[in-house]
């Protein structure tokens, strides 16, 4: 499985730097043997889409509305990022999800919607801190992916990213240990359900406070299928250097 290196760029990014930030990451792209992918704020989807064109770099967005068109001031739709030129769209980050109230039922609706605009869907679960001191972590994440994920999420290859709420933009981590029983459960949920011999091959990305330094311990877990990288996809060279660390693990399952 080819792993997916994921930039999460959040609220960051006027015209000029955005416009650098995405040719620098292409420029780099090169000898880079995962997938990249750049997710800029809305207003700078089109023009970054336009700049990676020709380059092995994808862009995405970080947030649809489930509707196509319709009266919903401020919001932009699935085929709207298609349009402008996004193939991924990030959905139910935990920053959506506490800032904005969605509900796992939002998001499943989101991810219908980015799989008829033509758009891979990358659903966002993870735990609070709370929930894992309870050890209540698994059980949580178990619920949130069976009220995200559309029934044939794992069939039209839908994208999972495993982020603990705790471990985002915080430095702090998971152990790999907790990491890899983690995916292994999302793992075998995924296989467990309808989509059968097709969740063996959906991406499990895992997020929160990836690194340069951190990367290639985290990406040779299994069932890690590549990284959510928030802040240090805002720099090109670490960025880069994450992705680097997932060519260079071994052969993944
Ligand atoms: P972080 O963010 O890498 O800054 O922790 C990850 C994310 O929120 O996707």
């Given amino acids: ?21 995405a040719r620098a990451v292409a420029a780099g792209a090169g000898g880079v043997a995962a997938e990249l992918l750049v997710c800029p704020p809305a207003t700078l989807i089109a023009a970054v889409a336009e700049a990676l064109a ?3 770099v994808a862009v995405g967005g970080q947030d649809c509305h489930e509707r196509e068109k319709g009266p919903h001031t401020g919001d932009v739709s699935a085929p709207m990022l298609a349009d402008a030129g996004a193939r991924y769209v990030i959905l139910g980050h935990s920053e959506r999800r506490a800032e904005h109230g969605e509900t796992d039922a939002q998001v499943r609706a989101k991810a219908m ?14 735990e609070s801190e ?32 495993y982020e603990p709420v705790w471990a985002i933009g915080t430095g702090r981590t998971p152990t790999e240990t907790d990491i890899a ?16 011999p097709a969740g063996a091959r959906v991406r499990i990305l895992y997020g929160g406070s990836v690194k340069p ?16 990288v ?13 992705a680097a660390a997932a060519g260079a693990s071994p052969a993944r399952r």
């Fill in 1 to 21: 499985m080819r792993p997916l290196i994921a930039g999460n760029w959040k609220m960051h990014g006027l015209r000029a730097e955005g416009l650098a930030l």
């Fill in 230 to 242: 928030g802040g240090a996809s805002l720099v090109a060279a670490d960025f880069l250097a994450i």
């Fill in 54 to 56: 020709g380059t092995p």
């Fill in 130 to 161: 709370a929930q894992r001191l309870a050890g209540e972590a698994e059980p949580v994440v178990a619920r949130q992916l069976a009220g995200s994920l559309p029934e044939d999420f794992a069939v039209q290859g839908g994208v999972v990213a």
């Fill in 181 to 196: 029983a983690m995916h292994g459960a999302i793992r075998a949920q995924l296989t467990r359900g309808t989509g059968g």
């Fill in 213 to 228: 330094g951190n990367a290639a311990a985290i990406l040779s877990q299994p069932d890690v299928d590549g990284a959510l």
């Fill in 113 to 126: 919607a980015a799989l008829a605009a033509g758009l891979t869907p990358i659903v966002c679960v993870g």
